[in-house]
């Protein structure tokens, strides 16, 4: 069973929140792509939708928008997510993973298109921080 965790950022003040999303709403968020839209009520925030924005898998290895499926591939950049050229003209071959979300997807980050009736700190809860 998928296990993702969100990262939601609000646009309108700034601020981003960290969701775990779990069982069937994890389930439900297989196959989506970034930039498709997906309805709130999958990560506990009912009346809001989301637009997949990016993510990362398991190893760390950013999701990138232009490499179609799920998998991992190495791409030739020299530009853009995941690179940044020190000298003007330089590529780099670097490891990426497609636009696709799967099970291997350890962080997926989201945006706030429309919002619900509550805010969005009201709808999720904090975590706490445990003391050693």
Same mark, same amino acid.
């Given at each position: 069973?998928?296990?993702?965790?969100?990262? =939601?950022?609000?646009?309108?003040?700034?601020?981003?929140?960290?969701?775990?999303?779990?069982?069937?709403?994890?389930?439900?968020?297989?196959?989506?792509?970034?930039?498709?839209? =997906?309805d709130g009520i999958f990560v506990g925030l009912p009346g809001y939708k989301l637009k997949i924005t990016g993510g990362s898998d398991k190893d760390g290895f950013p999701m990138r928008k232009d490499i179609p499926g799920p998998k991992r591939m190495r791409v030739l950049i020299s530009k853009g997510l995941g690179f940044n050229p020190e000298m003007g003209g330089e590529r780099r071959r670097k490891t990426m993973r497609g636009n696709a979300v799967s099970p291997d997807i350890f962080q997926v980050n989201l945006r706030v298109v429309n919002y619900g009736a509550k805010a969005i700190k009201d709808l999720v809860k904090k975590e706490e921080k445990k003391e050693s």
């Open positions: 069973m998928a296990e993702f965790k969100a990262n =939601i950022s609000d646009p309108k003040d700034g601020n981003s929140y960290s969701v775990a999303i779990v069982g069937h709403h994890a389930n439900s968020l297989i196959g989506k792509k970034i930039g498709d839209q =997906i």
